[in-house]
């Protein structure tokens, strides 16, 4: 039996149809490094060029503008954002990096005026302020140790400053480290940035923008150690989260979230993960809730070049990638209306076209069929 020329066209129509319809199903449940954007929060204002973001209770979250100092507050599960301490007052006019501590205090990095504030989260009422006493400073980002103490990284000048839990005791801030003689050496452009405190109050983690590198710092000896990448490095690293031997690193001119694995006197770590989205614009840091990522959308290099940013400026919440098991928020966090929800964790989702790639790839198998069993003419 001989097959037509028609057949023959047909058949290798319907194959390449159905090599597409794989191609594409592939494609799109399969997107690796992709992670599934859930929620957007949107901020109020043409001029915000946030940065910093911390997870209160209640599902809670506070943000920051580098421009005015503003600092807003939102919840999970509402698509929208509230002003909650004007920009201007106790002169902070610029906020970086902030936390919030068990008792509700929130603890703010205000960047290139070298001021650190202390707020009351309940009445709004400013706890306590300092100054760096350094020129140049820019208090970049804050973490809180177990025990309640506060450490803050300075971008432009080799230094850690503490807040002791007592924030209104005398001596309560000093300069913690100054880092000589460690390997932390400062260069060019920004140096420390974020930096977070290990769940057993051992060791705090900081990330060296302009190198890419990472240290250890031990809280006891205050002795510092690069942590060995294997000859990688995390450049333009900004915000850190830190869950057991699980390091999240933002490194936020590539847009991209590195995942690494430590080793257990932290010495050393792997990378294990890269993960982007498209809705990521310049992401500086990151707020967890449950297995939930909310990443501040800076649009900070537009800032610097004097671009117009694209409004409105939002925060996305995200899946987190190989979440290590967290305990339960203090509010489920929800998909806004009209998103598509995704699993807490562990992966990076599916992707909105799924549906319709194995419907395309049925099709196409069906098809392929019918042609394997259609009768040759002679």
């Known amino acids: 039996m001989v097959a037509g020329t028609g057949d023959r066209r047909r058949d290798r129509m319907k194959r390449w149809l159905f090599g597409l319809a794989a191609l594409l199903a592939g494609l799109a449940l399969g997107l690796g490094g992709a992670l599934a954007a859930t929620e957007r929060y949107v901020l109020p204002g043409d001029n915000v ?25 939102g919840t999970v599960g509402s698509p929208t954002i509230e002003p909650f301490l004007p920009g201007g007052t106790d002169g902070r006019t610029d906020v970086r990096g902030l936390k ?41 980002d804050v973490t809180i140790a177990p025990n309640g103490d506060a450490y803050f ?3 432009n000048s080799p230094a850690i400053y503490r807040i002791a839990a007592d924030v209104t005791a005398p001596g309560a801030f000093s300069r913690w480290s100054d880092l000589a003689g460690t390997p932390i050496v400062y260069g060019q452009g920004f140096n420390l940035n974020g930096i977070a405190a290990s769940d057993d109050g051992k060791y705090l983690v900081t990330v060296q923008s302009n190198t890419g590198k990472l ?31 699980t390091l999240w690193v933002m490194r936020n001119a590539a847009a ?8 257990p006197d932290f010495g050393s770590a792997t990378i294990v993960a890269t ?28 800032r610097t070049a004097g671009q117009p940013p694209v409004l409105p400026f939002t925060i996305v919440g995200l899946s987190l990638p190989g979440a290590a098991p967290a305990p339960a928020p203090s509010a489920t966090p929800q998909p806004m209306p009209g998103l598509p929800a995704t699993g807490g964790g562990g992966g990076a989702g599916l992707s909105p076209l799924a549906p319709l790639a194995v419907i395309a790839l049925l099709l196409g198998t069906l098809a392929l069929g019918r042609t394997r069993r259609r009768p040759r003419r002679a």
Request: proline content about 4%; glycine content about 16%.
């Open 275 to 302: 993960t982007t989205d498209p809705d990521l614009a310049f992401p500086t840091t990151f707020a967890r809730v449950g297995d939930r990522l909310l990443v501040v959308n800076s649009q900070l290099d537009k």
């Open 153 to 155: 990284t300075d971008s």
């Open 49 to 73: 060029f946030p940065e910093g973001i911390a997870a209160g209770s209640g599902g809670a979250f506070y943000v920051g503008s580098t421009t005015t100092g503003t600092i807003y507050r």
């Open 256 to 263: 991209t979230l590195v995942t690494l694995q430590l080793a």
């Open 100 to 140: 919030v501590d068990g008792r509700g205090r929130l603890f703010l990095a205000g960047g290139g005026t070298g001021q650190i504030f202390v707020y009351d989260g309940a009445t709004k009422g400013l706890l306590a302020k300092f100054a760096t006493g350094l020129t140049p400073s820019f208090v970049n």
């Open 215 to 245: 240290f250890r710092v031990d809280l006891a000896t205050k002795a510092i150690a690069e942590i060995a990448l294997g000859g990688q490095t995390v450049p333009a690293g900004d915000g850190l989260l830190l869950s057991g031997q």
